[in-house]
């Protein structure tokens, strides 16, 4: 308890002493405030209040009011006045009496270093500054910057009393001097440069430079405003004494070899692929001891097809080395809708074929050339270097023919342009062994070769391990009734095969079967028409169904019947799109459960409460013996 005592003791002494420290006179003490620091004019330190002019230093060591700096005991014969000061601190002069009490209440920077306040006070302390330089209070000294302009320029950085002000173009000098004395009364123009674009101007006695730079924001033809700054002067350069210069050395030149500077190319350009360039050539002898086998006589196909499904295709027929047919269609990716029970409509495009004298009539298509000079144009390809922005593609085929070589461009996205060879497939005629067949056909009849002991007897293994196994998750699974159809038909499917294979016959794999091994076309079955998964009379893709029937739906080796394939069912319609309840059944459950299962009636799929809702509703028309809308 007695310290904190003896603190506030200490406290209230110390205010005691800077009380009696700063002396005030009589008059001053009722009407003395603190607003804010104030700063002594002696040695630049703080003062408790902007009312004591000198700091604790200096009000010592004098007998006077800290407010007037007036004597105690002086006989001046008028009273000491209140002291009016702007927002910034700075006192008015006591010849230009008090601000007016109502202003704006607007803020704005004031001029002469008096801060920031309304436009009021701005124009009282303008008409002031007006007044004072008209009656002569001026006394030839320009007014004193504010003190952060005063930090920000220092003083003899620049030139006191000078401006250079940047105008707009297109005025006279006269022009310009009327705009610049309607802010500045009094100003005069030193010098014009630069057709009257940059003026130096001399300002009067009654403005300082801060003054005329805010005076010269409001006019509207001044673009900027700047002081007119010192520049030191340099000594003059030295003269530079030139050297004499040494004697070059001799070298005796030595004998270089001279070497190809490297191509700079952007992108991924690249060197001749010396390794690709191998591959062609090996490429090459394959093709040359084929063609001697196969009498000259071999058709090669092109397809091409966009991103969005339109495309074309086009067979060259060579025989004897000769090209001696091209065949051309094209063929749109846009399904055609039809009525069921309809047969397809016939697909767009265009077709033809060229032969004779008609070879290369059409400018569509794949050009008309044999695969020798795919060959020679592969070889210009590989043997240059690799463009800028460009990838090169070099493809072969099972048999080691050449496919595609070719630069395709890496800066398209979507079917960009390929410049040389691209081809899809290669069929080699043997004479003798291969009936033509006709244009419109794609697919020639192949030989099944059937397997050999040794793999029979592990396929045997293999079909009695599967079927026991589906025997035994069939005691454990639980089917739904077009699951356990499927599985029933797998499961004969699988026991007939082993059956075949157990009494000897050459066995023709099932469709699910075929499917599990990958789709592999039999060895030794040879196809004219380029590949069994494209449909040239239609232009599109066949199903895999198509494409075993194609292959085991008719007499194979030894004339053995065709394997038996399962009736596919029709596609369900979609209720939304198709078909429609009748009205007289009303609208569905709103509240149905989330599985999925296919609808009675045609109605497509959709959840178990759907199915009871329409299943009742069509027993409730078979009772009242009314047919459905």
């Not at 306040?117 to 701005?122: A, I, K, V």
Request: glycine share 10%.
């Amino acid at each position: 308890m007695n310290k904190f005592r003896w603190i506030a003791i200490l406290i209230f002494s110390l205010i005691i002493a800077s009380s009696i420290l700063a002396k005030f006179c009589p008059k001053y003490r009722p009407i003395g405030y603190i607003q804010a620091i104030g700063e002594c004019p002696q040695c630049m330190g703080f003062t408790i209040s902007p009312a004591h002019k000198r700091c604790g230093k200096y009000r010592a060591k004098e007998n006077k009011c800290q407010n007037w700096l007036v004597a105690f005991d002086a006989n001046t014969g008028k009273e000491p006045q209140k002291l009016l000061k702007g927002p910034s601190g700075k006192p008015y002069p006591p010849h230009r009496g008090a601000p007016p009490l109502r202003q704006t209440r607007d803020l704005r920077p004031l001029l002469d270093g008096y801060g920031r306040g309304s436009s009021t006070l701005g124009g009282w302390i303008q008409e002031n500054l007006d007044k004072d330089a008209a009656g002569g209070k001026a006394s030839g000294k320009h007014h004193p910057v504010s003190r952060a302009f005063a930090v920000k320029h220092p003083t003899g950085s620049y030139l006191e009393g000078e401006l250079l002000v940047g105008m707009k173009k297109g005025l006279d000098k006269d022009t310009c001097k009327k705009a610049l004395a309607d802010a500045i009364p009094g100003l005069e123009i030193k010098k014009s440069m630069f057709e009257n674009t940059i003026l130096h101007l001399i300002l009067p006695s009654s403005v300082n430079v801060e003054q005329a730079i805010s005076k010269l924001k409001a006019v509207k033809t001044v673009k900027y405003s700047e002081i007119n700054g010192r520049v030191g002067i340099q000594p003059a350069p030295r003269p530079v004494q030139n050297q004499p210069r040494p004697k070059p050395i001799e070298i005796q030149p030595t004998p270089l070899e001279l070497v190809a500077p490297p191509e700079l190319r952007p992108g991924v350009g690249g060197s001749v692929d010396k390794a690709k360039v191998a591959q062609l050539e090996k490429s090459l002898i394959t093709w040359e001891t084929l063609k001697k086998e196969c009498g000259g006589n071999y058709t090669y196909s092109k397809r091409w097809s966009s991103w969005v499904g339109f495309g074309h295709t086009t067979e060259v027929v060579v025989e004897n080395n000769k090209v001696v047919e091209r065949r051309y269609k094209s063929f749109s990716g846009r399904p055609t809708l039809v009525a069921p029970g309809q047969p397809p409509a016939k697909p767009e495009g265009t077709s033809w074929t060229e032969k004779g004298n008609e070879l290369g009539k059409n400018e569509q298509g794949h050009p008309a050339k044999k695969l020798d000079e795919l060959y020679k144009e592969a070889a210009e390809i590989l043997g240059r270097p690799v463009p800028p922005f460009q990838r090169l593609g070099l493809r072969f085929d099972n048999q080691g023919l050449l496919l595609a070589c070719y630069t395709q461009d890496t800066r398209i996205a979507d079917d960009a342009p390929t410049k040389g060879v691209s081809i899809s497939s290669i069929t080699l005629q043997k004479p003798g062994k291969l009936k033509k067949t006709k244009v419109a056909s794609a697919i020639t009849e192949g030989t099944l070769l059937g397997p050999s002991e040794g793999s029979k007897q592990k396929k045997m293994q293999a079909l009695e391990q599967k079927i026991a196994k589906m025997k035994d998750f069939a005691k454990r699974a639980r089917f739904t009734s077009e699951g356990h159809r499927k599985f029933l038909s797998e499961l004969s499917g699988l026991e007939k095969q082993l059956a075949d294979l157990k009494s000897g016959k050459a066995g023709i794999p099932t469709y699910e079967k075929w499917l599990a091994d990958g789709k592999k076309l039999p060895s030794g079955m040879v196809f004219t028409g380029g590949s069994p998964w494209f449909n040239e009379s239609t232009g599109q893709r066949r199903q895999p169904r198509d494409v075993y029937e194609m292959i085991f739906g008719r007499a194979g080796v030894g004339k053995k019947p065709r394997a038996k394939l399962l009736p596919i069912p029709p596609r369900p319609i979609k209720p939304d799109a198709k078909k429609s309840y009748p009205k007289h059944w009303g609208k569905p459950p709103l509240k149905q459960t989330h599985d999925l299962r296919s609808l009675p009636g045609g109605f497509g799929m959709g959840s178990s409460t759907l199915a009871n809702w329409i299943k009742h509703k069509m027993e409730q028309d078979r009772n009242r013996g009314n047919a459905p809308d």
